[in-house]
């Protein structure tokens, strides 16, 4: 079973930017792809960014332009830089597979960002 460990969650002003980081215990980003998600209280957990395993990348419409996802397969590690947040950014961010075959490992703790004055 792969796990999951995110970090670099916080409380950032509005128009302020965060890096959030996901570490993976097996190598599934080149089979699986890699996504990051984000939940919402009160609403569903949403696909925010992914990358699929040929490297193509695909963005949520609320974050086009302002967020980007990156990978270092060498360290089963994803990023997911974060700019010009916005309050409705807020929410617990989780890494998991790529969307695709109807299956996710288990879900790591995330991590918090609340985007505040």
């Known amino acids: 079973q792969v796990q999951f460990v995110e970090s670099g969650g916080g409380l950032v002003q509005p128009g302020g930017s965060l890096r959030l980081s996901c570490a993976a215990s097996g190598s599934i980003f080149s089979i699986y792809g890699v996504g990051w998600y984000r939940q919402a209280p009160g609403k569903q957990r949403e696909l925010v960014a992914a990358a699929t395993s040929g490297d193509s990348t695909n963005y949520a419409e609320s974050v086009k332009g302002r967020f980007t996802i990156s990978r270092d397969n060498a360290k089963n590690t994803v990023y997911l830089q974060m700019n010009s947040l916005k309050p409705e950014d807020t929410a617990v961010y989780y890494c998991?597979?790529?969307?695709?075959?109807?299956?996710?490992?288990?879900w790591g703790q995330g991590t918090q960002v609340t985007v505040s004055s």
């Open positions: 998991n597979r790529a969307p695709g075959g109807g299956w996710f490992y288990a």
